[in-house]
């Protein structure tokens, strides 16, 4: 149990479809974090929310829409995405995101196949 | 940010000692080195954090010289459920985090 909850683990989608992946924090943390991890790449970080603000947008493209309704809540809302966005979307939290000392604590991630 | 360097992958064997180095050539002064871990298909996971010299936990150990320019991850008697990717990660202690990863060591432990 990470503290940190991702649903759904899996996910298949055409690219005409609407999706919503969505996480869950336990932790009491106020920052939130999207990241994209495809094959044999780097995690890249997508979106940072500090208490339900975007603080953070990486030049992503507006195909992916987040949503941070409160504190423990972070949603990626994904509507005509490409092949090539099929990735693994990992979702973090961490206690407070200005300091060295607060860790991210990551889910286990959504495998998302775009077909 | 400092750009860490690390070697692409390396192999062991079950019991022994592994040290990953990692080097952060433009480490700023209050910048902190963090090391985390990830299995396949799972999200990485905090390992450990120092500022200098030494620092153990019940999982690893992390070795930093005085200069900081580089550090060393430790793993006492590796065991097969090691197997993963280990990031190393200079963090601000100030400002607000955009961790970077890189690619990280792909770690394999064989019997």
């Known amino acids: 149990e990470t503290g940190v909850t991702q649903t759904p683990r899996h996910l298949v989608m055409g690219m005409t479809n609407k999706k919503s992946l969505k996480c869950e924090q336990h932790?009491?943390?106020?920052?939130m974090y999207w990241y994209k991890q495809s094959a044999k790449k780097p995690l890249e970080l997508m979106f940072v929310?500090?208490?339900?603000?975007?603080?953070e947008n990486n030049s992503v493209p507006s195909r992916f829409s987040p949503e941070c309704p409160n504190s423990s809540h972070l949603f990626l809302h994904l509507h005509t995405l490409q092949p090539e966005d099929s990735a693994l979307y990992l979702c973090a939290s961490s206690q407070d995101g200005s300091t060295a000392a607060s860790p991210l604590h990551f889910g286990n991630g959504t495998r998302l196949t775009v077909t | 940010l400092a750009k860490t360097t690390q070697p692409i992958s390396m192999d062991s064997y079950e019991g022994q000692e592994v040290n990953i180095t990692c080097s952060h050539n433009?480490?700023?002064?209050?910048?902190?080195i963090t090391w985390y871990q990830q299995f396949p298909s799972q999200g990485p996971r905090f390992i450990i954090q120092?500022?200098?010299t030494k620092v153990t936990n019940e999982v690893a150990s992390l070795f930093i010289p005085a200069d900081r320019k580089s550090s060393t991850l430790s793993l006492p008697r590796v065991s097969l459920s090691d197997t993963a990717v280990y990031y190393c990660l200079v963090v601000m202690n100030t400002g607000f985090q955009k961790l970077v990863f890189g690619t990280g060591t792909r770690l394999l432990v064989s019997p």
């Open positions: 433009n480490i700023a002064t209050n910048d902190y």
């Open positions: 932790l009491g943390h106020n920052a």
């Open positions: 120092g500022y200098k």
């Open positions: 929310y500090s208490l339900e603000e975007r603080v």
